[in-house]
């Protein structure tokens, strides 16, 4: 939110009139729905003054749902691959990852890249799929929006939604998540029984 702010004032905007927004989409879309307010189309130019103010500050003020840990420790001890896939910058998703200790838990960490080739949920899972030579069969995604229900599903994929994060449980339920886990301490196992069963 502080590094939409940022790219607000740096457009001569007052963020303080913006609309509130829900985060995890992609970004383009989060600033299309902020700069219509004023309308401003500049969407580029947002993104780069977020993306400067994200790399500098906004990254670091990241947190770790409670229990997040030790149920990605629980996944790896059963012998799992865990890969990352994010809206966000790639770079940012890796320096995320290693400033809350988690980096060398995952497999493998993607995230968009400049140019905007894996923007996209769908995009970026076929991406990951190929780059990995993994076969969706075997393969699940974990998520807590929408984009990430209907990103696996158009790639075949199973899913499961998260009601921790920041989609809600109908928006889940109607984008078609094939299970729902309410609490960190229940996504291990139910992972676990999804890619097992």
């Not at 299309?32 to 670091?60: F, K, W």
């Not at 229900?149 to 899913?159: D, K």
Request: proline share 4%.
């Amino acid at each position: 939110m502080a590094s939409c702010s940022a790219a607000l004032r740096a457009l001569g905007h007052d963020p303080g009139d913006a609309p509130e927004i829900t985060i995890g989409s992609p970004l383009e879309d989060i600033l299309r729905i902020l700069l219509a307010a004023y309308g401003d189309d500049r969407i580029d130019q947002a993104a780069v003054a977020y993306r400067e103010h994200y790399g500098h500050a906004g990254l670091l003020g990241s947190e770790i749902y409670p229990g997040i840990g030790a149920a990605i420790e629980d996944m790896r001890r059963a012998g799992l691959r865990i890969y990352l896939a994010t809206s966000k910058r790639q770079v940012f998703a890796q320096r995320i990852l290693q400033n809350l200790n988690l980096a060398m838990h995952f497999d493998g960490i993607y995230g968009s890249t400049p140019g905007g080739s894996l923007d996209h949920k769908p995009e970026l899972l076929a991406h990951i799929l190929s780059d990995q030579n993994i076969s969706v069969a075997h393969c699940l995604m974990v998520g807590d929006r929408r984009h990430d229900i209907v990103g696996a599903h158009a790639v075949e994929m199973r899913s499961v939604g998260v009601l921790w994060g920041y989609g809600s449980r109908d928006e889940l339920e109607t984008a078609g998540a094939d299970q729902l886990v309410e609490q960190p301490a229940d996504l291990a196992r139910a992972v676990l029984s999804m890619v097992n069963g």
